[in-house]
């Protein structure tokens, strides 16, 4: 369901504000307000609905848990904004942990002055993104900051989920002769947020592609189970950040085919026309996986089967030689060492 | 242990910058760098340890998973900091809800130009904190947004505990006859804060009074289980809020005596000073328990032999006259209404 049926099922409810004020922070009649008015009925599941401070849910076994804090500028971007970006986001960390995102909190800082328009948009965006991924936000919390001490909005979302029971997902299993696998084509969401990016602006059809995985990854387990060794999406950092770290952690060399990469030609160019890398600009709707080789290639396949893995390729293996490095071959045969993204490429990316 | 032992124990590594910048919140060499030159060091603990995107434990059964993004200002404050602020606020939330709490994920928003001094010092508080709570930080997040985009630091702590075998909390169990106490002295902490607050600064030896709360509650529920009906802590809109929150959820009344409310000397007379009632002045280091008439007595003078239940009180009585209803009566006689807070007394109080 995307947000324009969402709007027209989910209307904004008639209030006697149209900004966000210090008072909807206050915790009293205001916050009540704020959050009775719309907020809990749109997100309404029985352990919301039970309005603790906490929630209270069973659940057994292995458990992942993940935080993070959402500051993306601006806001509403093309492909999305902040409110779907928050829930995929942590969704997907889950799922990369091997886990079956299940639970999650959603925390709000508000700037003064917030139009309720603005914050319900993201909100349907919100309700939209958990029920595609499956994940009920269960617990949350509101603050308002003063006009120019916040940026419209922050969320920060944290997530529970169950350790699928075929996961065996660590750095400590990687071993030489592991595949390198991407789900879909790199750096669209960087280039995208640039593209609108206030100082930087200029013409592109380029979407960020922000999305949930966890569908996706829970069929490769189901699958392939402990032959896969490793899930990691390249957000902040890129690719390259990501490889460096996964090289640093188990210790192996990692060698990667720069014409194997997948990028949409037009985010190549805007990439060339900003003198950028595509291997550090910073993707949402994409993860990397490290698997045995033998299952390398019907594990692609299989991710070739879905929506979001349509682009999926092998781009390198995991070797002995050059140790904690990872080695770009080029288009045209030359070799270079690819370190980790140094200082910051662009702010505030998600 | 206290800050200034810790800073002995824990000086702040030699680092080749003395401010958050843009960078620290890259992802990339800058973000490692921060997190390596001791965060990590810290905070240690074996599933932190992992480094991965989201922490893996094992737990069974009934949890509790609740979340709080923090805000106060100023960072700094009479008797704590943000840090410690944002570690009790979620370990109180968590037991509240009549969980142990157990882990904690822990994400910052930095503001470009914080001091590294300053950061350090609210690290040390948050691991003094976590220490005493007994809760282990497992997984985090950083990020930074430009200078006049945030204020200095907000930090999210979401938590996870496990409900107490004996635990029955709920507004559904509150009934008629049962006692309303209050776990210490009230409006310490709103009141510290507002002395030291920008345009309002006034004379006071007034501390906050922020603590973790988990293990007094703990030996509460060891002692008199589901006796104990709720459990609530009156931050933001104080102990009036949170009366009127109970008395609409349960649809049933309470009268509290104003005789009966513990509060400092020194806060109320800030308090007649500010024009302030302090029954809607925000707390930290208080609790409220609803508990069945049989054991309140008991349960009064357990609580009184734990240092942070010291001034621990009843307070009033649910009844049904009145529902949905809470009625002080005053140390004259007389009787009124006590409504929820309306609109802002300060806003940033947590």
Same mark, same amino acid.
């Given at each position: 369901?995307?947000?324009?049926?969402?709007?027209?099922?989910?209307?904004?409810?008639?209030?006697?504000?149209?900004?966000?004020?210090?008072?909807?922070?206050?915790?009293?009649?205001?916050?009540?307000?704020?959050?009775?008015?719309?907020?809990?009925?749109?997100?309404?599941?029985?352990?919301?609905?039970?309005?603790?401070?906490?929630?209270?849910?069973?659940?057994?076994?292995?458990?992942?848990?993940?935080?993070?804090?959402?500051?993306?500028?601006?806001?509403?971007?093309?492909?999305?904004?902040?409110?779907?970006?928050?829930?995929?986001?942590?969704?997907?960390?889950?799922?990369?942990?091997?886990?079956?995102?299940?639970?999650?909190?959603?925390?709000?800082?508000?700037?003064?002055?917030?139009?309720?328009?603005?914050?319900?948009?993201?909100? !349907?965006?919100?309700? &939209?993104?958990?029920? =595609?991924? $499956? /994940?009920? *936000?269960?617990?949350? %919390?509101?603050? #308002?900051? @003063?006009?120019?001490?916040?940026?419209?909005?922050?969320?920060?979302?944290?997530?529970?989920?169950?350790?699928?029971?075929?996961?065996?997902?660590?750095?400590?299993?990687?071993?030489?002769?592991?595949?390198?696998?991407?789900?879909?084509?790199?750096?669209?969401?960087?280039?995208?947020?640039?593209?609108?990016?206030?100082?930087?602006?200029?013409?592109?059809?380029?979407?960020?592609?922000?999305?949930?995985?966890?569908?996706?990854?829970?069929?490769?387990?189901?699958?392939?189970?402990?032959?896969?060794?490793?899930?990691?999406?390249?957000?902040?950092?890129?690719?390259?950040?990501? !490889?460096?770290?996964? &090289?640093?952690?188990? =210790?192996? $060399? /990692?060698? *990667?085919?720069?014409? %194997?990469?997948? #990028?949409? @030609?037009?985010?190549?160019?805007?990439?060339?026309?900003?003198?950028?890398?595509?291997?550090?600009?910073?993707?949402?709707?994409?993860?990397?996986?490290?698997?045995?080789?033998?299952?390398?290639?019907?594990?692609?396949?299989?991710?070739?089967?879905?929506?979001?893995?349509?682009?999926?390729?092998?781009?390198?293996?995991?070797?002995?030689?050059?140790?904690?490095?990872?080695?770009?071959?080029?288009?045209?045969?030359?070799?270079?060492?690819?370190?980790?993204?140094?200082?910051?490429?662009?702010?505030?990316?998600?």
């Amino acid at each position: 369901m995307n947000n324009s049926i969402l709007s027209l099922s989910c209307p904004m409810p008639k209030l006697d504000f149209d900004v966000i004020t210090l008072g909807h922070g206050s915790g009293g009649v205001l916050t009540n307000k704020l959050l009775e008015s719309g907020v809990f009925d749109l997100l309404k599941n029985p352990i919301l609905d039970e309005h603790h401070d906490g929630a209270i849910f069973e659940l057994d076994g292995k458990l992942a848990f993940s935080t993070d804090s959402y500051v993306i500028s601006p806001v509403f971007f093309p492909g999305g904004n902040i409110g779907e970006l928050a829930i995929n986001g942590t969704v997907n960390d889950l799922a990369m942990c091997g886990a079956i995102p299940k639970y999650l909190s959603l925390s709000f800082i508000l700037e003064e002055g917030l139009t309720m328009t603005e914050f319900w948009e993201i909100l !349907l965006s919100i309700k &939209a993104a958990a029920e =595609k991924s $499956g /994940i009920f *936000i269960v617990t949350g %919390d509101t603050k #308002v900051v @003063e006009r120019g001490k916040g940026d419209k909005i922050f969320i920060n979302t944290s997530g529970v989920g169950q350790l699928h029971p075929k996961a065996a997902i660590s750095a400590k299993r990687v071993q030489v002769g592991d595949k390198v696998i991407v789900s879909g084509n790199i750096a669209t969401h960087g280039i995208a947020i640039m593209s609108v990016r206030e100082g930087l602006d200029f013409e592109t059809s380029i979407e960020s592609d922000t999305i949930n995985l966890n569908h996706t990854v829970e069929a490769l387990l189901d699958t392939f189970g402990n032959d896969i060794h490793l899930f990691r999406d390249p957000t902040r950092g890129g690719v390259a950040t990501v !490889l460096n770290e996964i &090289a640093r952690d188990t =210790k192996l $060399g /990692i060698n *990667i085919q720069q014409k %194997d990469i997948p #990028v949409i @030609e037009e985010v190549y160019g805007a990439c060339e026309l900003l003198g950028l890398d595509p291997l550090y600009v910073a993707n949402e709707g994409v993860f990397m996986a490290i698997v045995s080789a033998e299952i390398a290639d019907d594990c692609l396949k299989k991710l070739q089967t879905f929506e979001n893995g349509q682009n999926a390729a092998i781009i390198g293996e995991v070797v002995s030689e050059h140790p904690r490095q990872v080695v770009l071959q080029s288009r045209i045969g030359g070799k270079r060492v690819i370190n980790m993204l140094v200082g910051e490429q662009l702010p505030r990316i998600c």
